[in-house]
């Protein structure tokens, strides 16, 4: 069975700084990773993928994330945070092709940028 | 273009009620998921539908259903509710199983 963990409840960041979002992954097969964003009251918002090619993958609102097939990572990271990144995160796992397994979200992580 | 609708955005239902949720996909877009999100479990699937088939089902009893129509939109189905059904369910429409997914803004769901 797939699986995928966001070790950190919450992440605490000064707007300006660097920030991190982790993400790892179990599966059988290759992977194809995304990362969503929820803000209150609202569903979640595609922010990147990975489905093949460049490790490194840019997204929305200047965020970036890097496919780490040894180390089983898909962490998401922005150079410098901002007060309106504060959200909630998701990172979700899908194995294709065939469909056959469903999507899996990882728990989340709440993002507190601090003015 | 019109993102994904999702109606009605709030219910209140009483235990042993059913309930059904609809969901509007994008236009053009062939594949509709849906997810159960609570605080305590996160975000847990529900079922996926492509050109009116199940294709894809998460570890809800039977009492959780769906469809999807030719038009490609989806309604959800709960028969016999219970208060740990109180949730916010989230529909999510693709172009096809293989793309990232695009989320309503939920309907969210209390059950007294």
């Known amino acids: 069975a797939q699986s995928v963990a966001q070790p950190e409840d919450q992440v605490n960041v000064a707007e300006g700084n660097p920030l991190t979002v982790k993400c790892t992954y179990s599966v059988s097969g290759n992977p194809y990773l995304f990362w969503y964003v929820q803000y209150p009251n609202r569903g979640l918002q595609f922010l990147l993928k990975y489905i093949t090619g460049d490790n490194l993958v840019k997204g929305s609102y200047g965020f970036e994330a890097e496919f780490n097939k040894s180390q089983t990572s898909f962490h998401l990271k922005k150079p410098s945070a901002l007060v309106s990144d504060s959200a909630l995160y998701f990172c979700a796992v899908r194995v294709i092709p065939g469909g056959s397994y469903i999507p899996t979200f990882g728990r989340g992580t709440s993002l507190i940028v601090h003015p | 273009k019109a993102g994904v609708t999702q109606t009605p955005r709030y219910l209140i239902k009483t235990r042993g009620q059913q309930v059904t949720l609809s969901c509007s996909p994008i236009s053009g877009h062939r594949s509709v998921s849906w997810y159960q999100q609570t605080p305590g479990q996160g975000l847990q699937f529900l079922f996926e539908?492509?050109?009116?088939?199940?294709?894809n089902k998460g570890n809800f009893p039977g009492r959780f259903s769906g469809r999807q129509f030719s038009n490609s939109r989806s309604e959800m189905n709960v028969s016999t509710l219970e208060l740990g059904d109180s949730a916010l369910y989230l529909c999510?429409?693709?172009?096809?199983?293989?793309?990232?997914?695009?989320f309503g803004q939920g309907t969210r769901l209390t059950v007294v």
């Open positions: 999510a429409s693709s172009f096809d199983m293989n793309t990232e997914a695009f």
């Open positions: 539908y492509f050109s009116e088939t199940q294709r």
